[in-house]
């Protein structure tokens, strides 16, 4: 079992940056993170390889933010910048130690965190 703890959310103005933290207890393989807007479904953000040699984004997202990782200290951060008022959301990290690719779905995920609120508004 590895347990998944977010933390960085926040109350930030449009164009603003935000980092999100995501301690993992345990050895991990892919990473990602979701976000989840008030009556939306749940939409993958960003992932990444245990090697960091390739990350994934969604389009909304791409250039914005970028997704990293430690191994050393078994957690992975998601730096965002130019925050828009659509990326107000709860954001959510999730691990496995099942796959080796980036997954774009839920299902492909094994362990997520509790979440953490991020609104963007002036």
């Known amino acids: 079992q590895v347990q998944l703890v977010e933390s960085g959310g926040g109350l930030v103005q449009p164009g603003g940056s935000l980092r999100l933290s995501c301690a993992a207890s345990?050895?991990?393989?892919?990473m990602g993170w979701f976000r989840q807007a008030p009556g939306k479904e749940r939409e993958f953000v960003a992932g990444v390889l245990r090697s960091a040699i390739s990350t994934d984004y969604a389009d909304s997202v791409k250039g914005r933010f970028t997704i990293s990782r430690d191994n050393a200290k078994n957690t992975m951060y998601l730096q965002m910048n130019s925050l828009k008022p659509e990326d107000t959301a709860v954001y959510y990290c999730a691990a496995t130690t099942s796959w080796t690719t980036i997954g774009r779905h839920s299902n492909e995920y094994d362990y997520w965190g509790q979440g953490t609120q991020v609104t963007v508004s002036s």
């Open positions: 345990g050895r991990t393989l892919t």
